[in-house]
């Protein structure tokens, strides 16, 4: 009964590639984020939705397209990738400001 | 710009002992702080909060202590245990549901 769940774990592919991470929450949450976390542990925000909405942009490059069918889930497409979009990236959920449940993130490799 | 935590230090502390990890802000304006805790290969986890309004809160073995003067927060750890080693991150909720992670602390319990 994960809380917020991530597919894949880990994932090795090429330059130039298209891949796409999902997300899921059975939390009830209204708010989910996607965050990248480099080598060197830092945690940035990407993006925020609100019950399917976007709120937040972090000036992220448009290859990143998270995408929100539903509350319970944000998935993120990346477009093109590039030898720095290798990092773990996490998922999380949050019921108030601040208070977030991340997934045990996904870790990205590119070639 | 925002910004909250130091360049990721590294504590290293005999079991049994108490722990001290600091953090500082830069965004005045933030009311609502919270520490969270990343074991290897698993997402971060809340741990404890507190508001601007407070300047001291107390969880099981944590305490979390905020200067608002010298924009400085620092979690307490007491009786470090072993299940304690990981990395420790301050997080600073910014408005609109936005969280700014510090840097992260590695915290080492030796036996």
């Known amino acids: 009964d994960t809380a917020v769940s991530q597919t894949p774990k880990y994932l090795v592919t090429q330059m130039g590639n298209d891949k796409s991470i999902k997300c899921e929450q059975n939390l009830g949450h209204d708010t989910m984020y996607w965050y990248k976390q480099d080598s060197k542990k830092f945690l940035k925000i990407m993006f925020s939705y609100n019950n399917k909405e976007l709120i937040i942009n972090e000036t992220v490059p448009n290859r990143f397209s998270p995408k929100s069918p539903d509350k319970a889930h944000l998935n993120l497409h990346i477009n093109s990738l590039e030898l720095g979009d290798s990092a773990v990236y996490f998922c999380?959920?949050?019921?108030?400001?601040?208070?977030?449940?991340f997934g045990e993130g996904s870790r990205l490799t590119v070639l | 710009g925002e910004s909250v935590g130091l360049h990721l230090p590294t504590l290293s502390v005999q079991e049994g002992d108490n722990s001290i990890i600091n953090c500082a802000y830069s965004n005045s304006a933030s009311d609502y702080f919270i520490w969270y805790k990343q074991e290897s290969g698993k997402g971060p986890q809340f741990i404890i909060d507190i508001r601007s309004n407070m300047d001291k809160r107390q969880g099981q073995r944590v305490t979390v202590l905020l200067n608002k003067t010298v924009k400085h927060l620092s979690l307490q750890i007491a009786a470090t245990q072993p299940g304690d080693s990981a990395v420790y991150f301050c997080a600073e909720e910014t408005g609109g549901f936005k969280t700014i992670f510090g840097a992260g602390t590695r915290l080492f319990v030796k036996a």
């Open positions: 999380a959920s949050s019921p108030m400001p601040g208070e977030l449940f």
